[in-house]
């Protein structure tokens, strides 16, 4: 499994990425199915959306005046392919894309509004993916609004000559992919299929590396809750459980796109290449059934809890019962010897006054002692 990627840094006006941006921003009418573009359109300033883009042949980025020419010479030429990189694209980004690449309405669609599942899709030669993706949030404290787990998506358009992908949200960046492949030119000449396993290899990477975390958190709740004399708050087991089921949302749905990738054929993945995908779902099987006995662990801890709690309510009102019964012995005597009339039989005398309160006394050591030995006190 290859290392988490950092973040990496914000780029300076003289980056490549900035000048990737400006030539595909450039050159969206040159190629393909063009579409009429007004002058007010035309003159809008790029958006940032475009991080990086290049064009690959045999494993080596070749250099291209703009995507446009690149995309002609990989498509129409069949010379290497293209990788054209987007984050938070807007709209109108997203829908330029079938002028260059000829994709399909319904997975632009998908790519504009986002999906909550994983998934794939066949559109044609094209090869549409969602994967979501989670990021561990670090926190001091497990409380009832802690948030534990921040999700995004990547989505990735492969085709034999092009590769596009399309990431929402800040976590899962791909310039340590893109570097990492640049470097083994042997590897990148493979085709789009390495780029799609490679963001796949690394983001079932963060899925484990969460188990780890969660796999804290749910230690530290469980100590909590059946400590003897510590803090026993259900709120905080619940809290885990919905941060792990957002977890588990963004995990589960990859089973099914990459079993299908690891037993099926597509044009665009040769048959050589399903033994990787394999390989990713048995990590993914792992990651996944990691989570559910998480669920399964949270739920036992959350019924013990409240079990517990239960008992305890239980414990001290048998506590004040047996103190009210207690009480209700001399309440009672007290009562009787009380009333305006006589005679009444140890009413009078030097000493009855001093036996009538040794009498109340024996009578609640006597209840006292019951409730003792029964454990209500």
Same mark, same amino acid.
């Given at each position: 499994?290859?290392?988490?990627?950092?973040?990496?840094?914000?780029?300076?006006?003289?980056?490549?990425?900035?000048?990737?941006?400006?030539?595909?921003?450039?050159?969206?009418?040159?190629?393909?199915?063009?579409?009429?573009?007004?002058?007010?359109?035309?003159?809008?300033?790029?958006?940032?959306?475009?991080?990086?883009?290049?064009?690959?042949?045999?494993?080596?980025?070749?250099?291209?005046?703009?995507?446009?020419?690149?995309?002609?010479?990989?498509?129409?030429?069949?010379?290497?392919?293209?990788?054209?990189?987007?984050?938070?694209?807007?709209?109108?980004?997203?829908?330029?894309?079938?002028?260059?690449?000829?994709?399909?309405?319904?997975?632009?669609?998908?790519?504009?509004?986002?999906?909550?599942?994983?998934?794939?899709?066949?559109?044609?030669?094209?090869?549409?993916?969602?994967?979501?993706?989670?990021?561990?949030?670090?926190?001091?404290?497990?409380?009832?609004?802690?948030?534990?787990?921040?999700?995004?998506?990547?989505?990735?358009?492969?085709?034999?000559?092009?590769?596009?992908?399309?990431? =929402?949200? $800040?976590?899962?960046?791909?310039?340590?992919?893109?570097?990492? #492949?640049?470097?083994?030119? &042997? !590897? +990148? @000449?493979?085709?789009?299929?390495?780029?799609?396993?490679?963001?796949?290899?690394?983001?079932?990477?963060?899925?484990?590396?969460?188990?780890?975390?969660?796999?804290?958190?749910?230690?530290?709740?469980?100590?909590?809750?059946?400590?003897?004399?510590?803090?026993?708050?259900?709120?905080?087991?619940?809290?885990? =459980?919905? $941060?792990?089921?957002?977890?588990?949302?963004?995990?589960?749905? #990859?089973?099914?796109?990459? &079993? !299908? +990738? @690891?037993?099926?054929?597509?044009?665009?993945?040769?048959?050589?290449?399903?033994?990787?995908?394999?390989?990713?779902?048995?990590?993914?099987?792992?990651?996944?059934?990691?989570?559910?006995?998480?669920?399964?662990?949270?739920?036992?801890?959350?019924?013990?809890?409240?079990?517990?709690?239960?008992?305890?309510?239980?414990?001290?009102?048998?506590?004040?019962?047996?103190?009210?019964?207690?009480?209700?012995?001399?309440?009672?005597?007290?009562?009787?010897?009380?009333?305006?009339?006589?005679?009444?039989?140890?009413?009078?005398?030097?000493?009855?006054?001093?036996?009538?309160?040794?009498?109340?006394?024996?009578?609640?050591?006597?209840?006292?002692?019951?409730?003792?030995?029964?454990?209500?006190?």
């Amino acid at each position: 499994m290859s290392p988490r990627p950092h973040l990496p840094a914000r780029p300076s006006p003289e980056d490549p990425a900035q000048r990737a941006r400006d030539r595909y921003f450039e050159s969206l009418s040159v190629l393909g199915r063009r579409r009429p573009r007004t002058p007010a359109a035309a003159a809008d300033p790029a958006p940032n959306s475009v991080v990086d883009w290049g064009w690959y042949v045999d494993g080596v980025r070749q250099s291209a005046p703009d995507v446009a020419t690149a995309a002609r010479r990989a498509v129409a030429d069949k010379q290497g392919f293209v990788w054209l990189g987007l984050k938070d694209p807007t709209d109108a980004d997203l829908h330029a894309l079938p002028q260059q690449f000829d994709l399909h309405p319904l997975a632009i669609e998908d790519a504009v509004e986002g999906h909550t599942r994983s998934k794939m899709e066949l559109f044609g030669d094209d090869m549409f993916v969602v994967i979501s993706t989670v990021a561990y949030v670090e926190h001091k404290r497990l409380t009832d609004t802690a948030e534990i787990v921040s999700t995004g998506q990547i989505m990735i358009f492969v085709n034999e000559h092009f590769v596009i992908t399309v990431r =929402k949200g $800040e976590h899962a960046p791909l310039g340590n992919i893109r570097r990492t #492949l640049e470097q083994d030119p &042997e !590897r +990148l @000449a493979e085709g789009p299929w390495t780029v799609l396993y490679s963001i796949a290899d690394m983001i079932i990477d963060d899925y484990l590396d969460v188990v780890g975390e969660f796999e804290t958190d749910v230690d530290e709740v469980e100590a909590m809750v059946f400590a003897e004399d510590g803090e026993r708050k259900i709120s905080n087991v619940y809290q885990l =459980k919905r $941060e792990l089921i957002e977890f588990k949302r963004s995990v589960v749905p #990859l089973a099914a796109p990459l &079993e !299908r +990738l @690891a037993t099926r054929n597509y044009p665009m993945i040769p048959p050589d290449a399903r033994a990787y995908f394999r390989e990713l779902h048995d990590h993914h099987v792992a990651a996944a059934e990691a989570v559910s006995s998480y669920d399964e662990v949270l739920t036992s801890i959350m019924q013990a809890g409240l079990a517990r709690l239960s008992v305890s309510d239980n414990q001290d009102m048998r506590k004040l019962a047996a103190w009210a019964a207690m009480i209700a012995a001399p309440t009672a005597l007290a009562g009787i010897y009380g009333m305006n009339f006589s005679p009444l039989p140890w009413a009078t005398g030097a000493y009855h006054f001093w036996i009538f309160v040794g009498l109340i006394l024996a009578v609640m050591v006597a209840v006292w002692i019951g409730f003792k030995k029964n454990g209500w006190l």
